[in-house]
């Protein structure tokens, strides 16, 4: 059987009228509320037990202050969900919030609407992280000491190549977008080669002007130019013996295009201003997430020089073309951060995980890492909850995201008649697409059912966008039992607009 006893909420405050009348608004909503009248009595309490699932925290008491029993309450239980009050919504209270863990901050006198939606989101929480009690990482970081993280079938590809040219010498092209982690597979067949005790140095040829990439790559003599004090050695120099990755090779320059082809057919350069030839016994790997065959027929790239360094490619997949692994690659992201003392957190709700998952990620495993690094510093307590993802991320993957009590009679997002077609059509997209999502359909199952949308409703006279509106009016009104007020809020309209569309459809509720 559930547990159907309501949630209980424990208010703090020294000020017998504020309990009071808060605790007249949580009761409302069948919340059981009890009270403390300073924050030593809250703090005692929490330590007695047992702990109630919400606390709402005054910041001013006399004696210990809100913030002090904030600290001292989440010593008792880290995970604890805590609303602080306050009468002076400064920088300086907020930030302080924030800083020591509080789940949000409200200001006094208090809008009993605004209330009962902080309890109901921090309840929410609380439940989303209970469910998480159980969850276990999908893979070890210590396995991954190299950080390619992934299991999915382009991934094994990318594992066998990589074994394949580690036993040679040959000359490897690694390709695909930026952040997909050519770097890392460029280090991965360095430290797998017989080189791996020489040298492994990165050079990225994008961010070296090309007045000074020769000089950097090639050393150069005293007085060869303006600024040359001195004799320095090029990273070919340095890296005799092991491994140079040239990262963006498709910026660099045709002069230093055709040194870089005198190296790999002879074995040999010389420092800018030398006349001295040097051999250098240097394996070279590339990378671009440009194309080069492109810019060879644009003679851009030189022809001898693609060839050379093409002899055996890699291609590392874009992140959506492998969702399998971002549940892991996520792991990774978050076991790293604990371990660096960077983020507490090390787990990641259902509901969240799903958002990430349904995510495009244009930015691929960098921008995964980043909104995972974000999300980490930024939730609560050890699980990342919808809540703390970007909102554009969770727009952008038809995650729920709450939206604002409307106040006057806004525009239907389906209006044809208040607002573009291109905005109508993109809307209605949304919508169809979110209902996929929700049934757990795949990015591609979506596309193609939109496909199949389109063709199909193409054929009827009633025009495409009207039919969505309608069909999607009728599916969230019966999803909420006829109810306006939950069904206007989840199409992202008013009330009024909402009964006024359902009127012109000649819908029945």
Not at 136 to 153: F, L, Q
Request: net charge neutral; aromatic share 6%; hydrophobic share 40%.
């Amino acid at each position: 059987m559930p547990d159907l006893k309501p949630p209980t909420i424990l208010v703090i405050d020294d000020d017998a009228e504020v309990r009071y009348s808060l605790g007249r608004v949580l009761s409302s909503k069948k919340y059981q509320v009890i009270e403390a009248a300073s924050g030593e009595l809250g703090v005692a309490a929490v330590k007695k037990g047992p702990l109630p699932d919400l606390i709402f925290l005054d910041i001013r008491m006399s004696g210990m202050s809100g913030i002090e029993a904030l600290q001292h309450i989440r010593s008792v239980n880290p995970k604890q969900l805590v609303v602080l009050m306050t009468a002076f919504g400064t920088a300086q209270t907020a930030i302080e919030a924030m800083k020591y863990g509080a789940f949000d901050y409200i200001m006094k006198p208090f809008d009993p609407a605004k209330v009962l939606t902080i309890a109901e989101n921090a309840l929410k929480a609380h439940a989303d992280m209970r469910a998480v009690v159980d969850y276990k990482p999908t893979i070890n970081s210590d396995d991954y000491k190299e950080g390619i993280v992934g299991s999915s079938p382009v991934m094994q590809d990318v594992f066998k190549i990589i074994g394949q040219v580690t036993a040679s010498d040959v000359t490897v092209m690694i390709t695909g977008e930026s952040g997909t982690g050519k770097e890392l597979v460029a280090r991965s067949i360095w430290k797998h080669s017989h080189r791996a005790s020489k040298p492994f140095i990165a050079v990225n040829c994008a961010a070296i002007p090309d007045n000074l990439i020769e000089s950097e790559l090639f050393g150069h003599e005293k007085g060869s130019f303006t600024g040359a004090t001195g004799q320095r050695l090029g990273k070919f120099e340095l890296c005799d013996g092991g491994t140079i990755f040239l990262d963006e090779i498709g910026d660099m320059a045709l002069a230093t295009q055709t040194k870089i082809l005198r190296v790999l057919q002879q074995g040999e350069i010389q420092r800018v201003g030398g006349t001295e030839t040097i051999k250098v016994d240097v394996r070279i790997l590339a990378a671009t997430n440009k194309d080069l065959e492109e810019m060879v027929k644009a003679k851009t790239f030189r022809e001898d020089l693609y060839y050379r360094l093409n002899v055996v490619r890699i291609r590392m997949p874009a992140l959506c073309e492998r969702v399998d692994d971002v549940p892991q690659i996520v792991d990774f992201c978050l076991q790293n951060l604990v371990k660096q003392k960077k983020a507490r957190t090390s787990k990641v709700s259902p509901e969240a995980m799903s958002v990430l998952t349904r995510y495009r990620w244009p930015g691929n495993v960098r921008e995964l890492e980043n909104v995972v690094y974000r999300s980490a510093v930024i939730a609560q307590g050890d699980t990342i909850l919808m809540k703390d993802l970007p909102v554009e991320v969770r727009e952008a993957a038809g995650g729920a995201v709450p939206i604002p009590t409307p106040t006057g009679d806004t525009p239907s997002p389906f209006d044809v008649t208040r607002t573009t077609h291109s905005e109508n059509r993109a809307l209605a997209t949304a919508q169809v697409a979110a209902e996929n999502i929700a049934a757990g359909e795949s990015p591609l199952t979506i596309e193609r059912a939109l496909d199949f949308l389109h063709v199909e409703l193409s054929r009827e006279p009633e025009p495409i966008l009207e039919r969505l509106e309608r069909e999607m009016i009728v599916r969230v009104l019966a999803a909420t039992e006829g109810n306006m007020l939950k069904a206007s809020e989840r199409l992202g309209m008013t009330r009024a607009t909402l009964r006024k569309r359902v009127d012109e459809l000649g819908l029945k509720f």
